[in-house]
């Protein structure tokens, strides 16, 4: 096999394989959403955060707006911390609203913010007031059997 | 008298013993110092890039037939098995999450790996134990010519450069196989297949971490198979053994490597 021919496959070797890595970054891990755009880092605190990940994405009517960059538990208030990374490209008044949503029934969990009405906008490492924790099963099915018991109660006590 | 005799026999036991294990670690020992000599020897495999490309065009070329055909195929057996699964739980809607992952992360560089060490990593160590039983490497040394720059760094530099490109066109063609299955034969609904794999596909932490993983299974994989063919016993038996313990050790070294480069790139995120 002569040279030239040897240079040929290899670079349709080559070729082939920069081809395969560039599908696999475009069509499957699609480059778009890997942005290097600038954010900015609020905080907010939740009395429970359920099933949240680090990486988790931030929704705003549906829409990713960040992603969650860090979850710490708080010392003093006995709370989470989340750090959530927004694009700076996404403004949101200051007295925006954090709760932490699940999609679907057993969907991976995520935040979702509801804008407020305030004229000043949310600044870096400002924190977000109005949160509202995840909702766990656990306490919903509590909830539920608690006041049923007292239904039943107050239904016997009237008779 | 007897107890001479069993403390003789102690000795003798306890003498074989250490003679095995000094005998291994002078073997890693000499491994590791070939290696560094490779590295350092490189410069004739970079500058003449020819001699590479030669080798890239045994190793890598002549070994993508067996990369793209069982990319397919592991792509369509997990395309098929993953959505029996999957719509047991009515989600069969992530079958593309499951295929691209499961590929660009674990089987897409081990598979490939594997392979290449079965037909690449074998045929390196074959051809260079047999330079040493036919006695070419002894001639270069005679005419002054150093055979690690000139036989082995080539060979290690193009299996280097091969094996990532070899595990991406078996990541790409078995999503490529699996999209034929899943959308094309089953019916999953083919927006739905590249959307949530494209949502949870991550470039750094999936696809750039499949890259380096397969590098490293690369270096090794390369690594052993000169090694062993610069190592053998220059007869025909001697390089029968020296292919078959290429085979052996880089298959080992690719799973017990890739274990615990999956537990240092995929476990930090989510156990905080």
């Not at chain 1, 069509?27 to 600038?38: C, E, M, P």
């Not at chain 2, 073997?27 to 560094?36: C, E, K, Q, S, V």
Request: net charge neutral.
């Amino acid at each position: 096999m002569n040279r030239a021919t040897i240079d040929a496959w290899v670079g349709v070797f080559v070729a082939a394989g920069f081809a395969a890595l560039l599908f696999l970054a475009l069509k499957v891990g699609n480059l778009a959403t890997f942005s290097s755009a600038q954010t900015y880092q609020v905080q907010a605190k939740f009395a429970n955060i359920g099933g949240l990940k680090i990486r988790a994405p931030i929704k705003s009517a549906g829409v990713v707006v960040g992603r969650v960059s860090e979850v710490r538990f708080d010392n003093e208030s006995y709370e989470a911390l989340v750090t959530l990374n927004l694009d700076t490209q996404y403004q949101f008044p200051r007295d925006t609203a954090a709760k932490i949503l699940t999609s679907g029934l057993l969907g991976e969990q995520y935040i979702g913010l509801e804008a407020g009405g305030d004229g000043v906008m949310l600044k870096q490492d400002d924190r977000l007031r109005l949160t509202q924790s995840a909702v766990v099963l656990e306490n919903l099915i509590s909830q539920f059997l608690f006041s049923k018991a007292a239904e039943d109660k107050d239904a016997k006590e009237k008779k | 008298m007897t107890e001479g005799k069993q403390a003789g026999g102690l000795r003798r036991l306890f003498e074989r013993l250490g003679a095995a294990v000094t005998a291994r670690i002078w073997r890693l020992g000499f491994a590791a110092r070939f290696f560094g000599y490779m590295l350092l020897h490189s410069g004739t495999a970079l500058r003449r890039f020819q001699l590479t490309i030669r080798e890239i065009y045994f190793a890598g070329v002549q070994s993508l037939i067996i990369i793209l055909v069982s990319g397919l195929f592991v792509g369509m057996v997990l395309g098929l098995q993953g959505y029996e699964t999957l719509q047991r739980y009515g989600s069969s809607e992530a079958l593309g999450v499951l295929v691209a992952l499961s590929l660009v992360r674990e089987l897409g560089p081990v598979v490939a790996g594997l392979l290449f060490a079965s037909r690449a990593g074998s045929a390196i160590t074959a051809e260079i134990g047999l330079m040493k039983a036919t006695e070419q490497i002894a001639a270069m040394e005679m005419m002054a010519v150093d055979p690690i720059a000139r036989v082995v760094a080539p060979r290690f530099w193009a299996g280097v450069i091969s094996m990532p490109l070899l595990a991406a066109l078996f990541s790409a063609m078995g999503i490529f196989g699996g999209y034929l299955v899943g959308v094309k034969l089953i019916g999953v609904d083919e927006g739905a297949f590249w959307s949530q794999m494209q949502a949870s596909v991550d470039l750094r932490e999936d696809i750039l971490n499949g890259v380096i993983k397969s590098t490293v299974f690369g270096i090794a994989v390369t690594w052993i198979a000169v090694f062993e063919g610069y190592d053998a016993q220059p007869t025909a038996e001697g390089v029968s053994s020296a292919t078959t313990r290429t085979v052996v050790t880089s298959s080992l070294a690719i799973l017990a490597l890739d274990f615990m480069l999956t537990a240092l790139m995929f476990t930090g995120g989510n156990a905080r």
